[in-house]
């Protein structure tokens, strides 16, 4: 595989980002892939960049932090760069300006891109003096992740910052921690005489910067018998100093110079409350030294309050002396609190967290053609369906089909007589059936009629379908309201969550689809409510335990042949896609093998009917419409009690070899 690594920041300036970036190259190399780095350029690069290309860019120091550095380059040129390297999958190591200009290079090579979010900017943002621009880099901040096919954050508290600015598909993915270099064996009793004289060793080691907080550690000051030890550089190590002047600043440290320094503290601290995860507390956990951080950020996924560390409360520096003052003052638990904290990071290797990279990698490019597929997006993308239990198809003994007239199976007359359908939901019937075991048929209804809407639905479907009692029951409607002129999609949603609801309560499973739009080009004045509606059923699936057929999941219908001559319903190859996913999500055995095998068998379709789309279709729709007509009027369902369907198990008698599929 080739992987692409963009990175806002990056040698020689080292922080956090760069420290994963590299460990990233390690393992991707380690493994066999071909990675390239590319990166602002702020100096010369003498480091192992292990096998990686480079492609290092012109760039500009932030004014207020000369050591962050900001790339101009154009899209243009990114993609031309990213174009001759033809990567598989692009990294957006902590994106922002580079970031955005990476995902769009991504979108426009129909690459996926994973973007790992590692800085909180609007937090940055308000540190640094720009606190009225805090709303729009959150705005951009939300945007660049919502375009990004996969974004990985590193705890539950980033996670959270992300679902509020609208981010959807985000996947946890943390640190790793080199716990063979942070050791308690790296304790130097001569480093911590010569820093500390006999004293209690209280130290922060991270960058020295103003969203880290580190004047915080004033209120540590005078504590008796504890000296601070303040690990790194950054702006305002002058300020600090001025601040903090019996304190012992080591300056920037460094590999084992920097293990040895933790390993030698007998208590870490680390007050800042805008760390998306906080490496510096994991290597003080590794190295087998109690932490004490604010009770905010990343330090909620790591530090075990009471068990290897204390949380306090977030500003509260008397909260934050008496947690020290607790720790240097008791030696049994300051022990028991480091041995907890050593074995707490077992198993955080970056060995494991790269092998968890190359997962996400994986599903970010099984996501991008699915967004590739797509029409329009709304507040949410769809997902990879989620594998489903083997047995579960087999469970089922009754299943009743409720829609319009995409699960009546209008246009869908394959070996069908004259005027009548077959249709997703009869096909998904027969496999439910050939997937049951013993003798006993499947039961089954298709309450749906054409031209239906929720509120028919609703009002004249449900019922019937909870005399009925079905184990299934599918539900696949909505479209003939979005594309009305006041469609209100929040209203649809509410009741079809409603009608949900009530079948879960009854005892039914419900098997949610999403609705699909043609791809044509009147379709774009009604995407932007098909995707939010697809967005309200998944939401809707999740809330209510129901399984989500979601037709922006499937590719396959994008492709004109899934489509039938009038344009606007699905082909017998669109129904038969539809039947076997819903067949795979309900765990039906070889459902996407047997999906591929009658695709086969029916290469050739039936010949469109004579006449132009105009005469056959439109005008007899635009005529109705006109006298308030819809091509529903007068029809009932076509099975409104339920008929028996034979498994595989019972001979069917005059059939043709493939007439079950």
């Not at 080292?14 to 994963?20: A, F, L």
């Not at 190859?573 to 459902?591: E, F, I, K, S």
Request: hydrophobic letters at 45%; a positive charge; glycine letters at 10%.
């Amino acid at each position: 595989m080739r992987v692409a690594l963009l990175a806002e920041s990056f040698l020689p300036h080292m922080n956090g980002v760069t420290g994963s970036v590299l460990h990233v190259l390690r393992h991707l190399r380690a493994q066999g892939h071909e990675t390239l780095v590319i990166a602002p350029r702020a100096g010369e690069v003498d480091a192992d960049l292990h096998g990686a290309r480079s492609a290092l860019l012109r760039s500009v120091p932030l004014p207020s932090y000369p050591e962050v550095r900001v790339v101009f380059a154009r899209t243009a040129t990114l993609t031309r760069i990213l174009r001759e390297f033809g990567p598989d999958v692009i990294h957006l190591a902590s994106p922002f300006v580079l970031g955005w200009q990476g995902v769009q290079a991504a979108d426009a090579l129909r690459v996926p891109s994973v973007a790992v979010y590692q800085t909180d900017v609007t937090a940055y943002a308000q540190k640094y003096g720009v606190a009225g621009a805090a709303p729009f880099v959150g705005a951009h901040v939300g945007r660049l992740h919502r375009r990004a096919t996969l974004t990985l954050a590193p705890s539950s508290s980033a996670r959270a910052q992300l679902e509020g600015l609208g981010v959807d598909r985000i996947r946890t993915w943390a640190r790793g921690v080199d716990a063979e270099r942070f050791t308690p064996e790296r304790r130097d009793d001569l480093w911590r005489a010569r820093a500390g004289g006999g004293r209690m060793l209280v130290g922060y080691a991270g960058r020295l910067a103003a969203e880290k907080q580190v004047e915080d550690l004033r209120a540590l000051a005078d504590l008796p018998g504890v000296r601070l030890v303040v690990i790194g550089e950054g702006p305002a190590r002058a300020r600090l100093e001025e601040l903090l002047p019996d304190a012992l600043f080591t300056g920037f440290l460094g590999g084992e110079a920097l293990a040895r320094a933790l390993a030698s503290l007998d208590v870490f601290v680390h007050p800042g409350e805008h760390e998306t995860f906080c490496q510096g507390v994991q290597e003080a956990l590794a190295s087998g030294v109690p932490v004490v951080a604010t009770g905010r950020g990343g330090p909620l996924d790591l530090v075990r309050s009471s068990i290897d560390g204390w949380l306090y409360r977030p500003g509260d520096l008397g909260d934050l002396r008496s947690r020290v003052a607790d720790l240097v003052g008791d030696e049994a638990k300051r022990a028991a609190f480091a041995r907890a904290a050593r074995e707490s990071v077992r198993g955080r290797t970056w060995a494991a967290l790269g092998d968890q990279l190359l997962g996400h990698y994986a599903e970010a490019r099984a996501l991008r053609p699915l967004d590739d597929a797509r029409l329009g997006r709304g507040l949410e993308r769809p997902a990879l369906p989620v594998p489903p239990s083997p047995s579960s198809g087999r469970r089922c003994a009754s299943f009743v089909a409720l829609g319009d007239s995409l699960t009546e199976g209008l246009c869908d007359t394959s070996r069908m007589p004259p005027g009548q359908y077959c249709g997703w939901a009869d096909r998904l019937a027969q496999l439910l059936a050939h997937a049951r075991e013993g003798d006993t048929p499947l039961a089954y209804a298709n309450l749906a009629v054409r031209s239906r809407r929720v509120r028919d639905l609703v009002d004249e479907q449900l019922p019937m379908a909870l005399a009925l009692r079905p184990d299934l029951v599918s539900v696949f409607i909505g479209a003939n309201d979005l594309v009305g002129p006041r469609a209100d999609v929040a209203a649809l949603a509410a009741e079809v969550a409603s009608a949900v609801r009530t079948l879960r309560a009854a005892g039914s499973q419900v098997l949610l689809v999403t609705p699909v739009l043609p791809r044509r080009r009147a379709s774009v004045l009604f995407v932007r409510r098909f995707a939010r509606y697809s967005s309200a059923l998944r939401r809707i699936s999740r809330e209510t335990g129901c399984l989500l057929l979601d037709a922006e999941a499937m590719p396959e219908l994008a492709d004109p042949s899934a489509w039938a001559d009038d344009r606007v319903h699905l082909s017998a190859r669109g129904h038969r896609v539809l039947a076997y996913r819903a067949a795979d999500v309900l765990g039906v055995p070889d459902a996407d093998a047997l999906g591929g095998l009658d695709d086969a068998f029916h290469a050739v379709e039936d010949a469109p009917p004579e006449g132009s789309w105009l005469r056959v279709h439109a005008l007899p729709w635009v005529w109705r419409r006109l006298r308030g007509r819809t091509a529903g009027d007068g029809l009932g369902p076509k099975h409104n009690a339920l008929i028996a369907l034979p498994p595989r198990s019972m001979k069917v008698r005059d059939a043709e070899p493939h007439d079950s599929l």
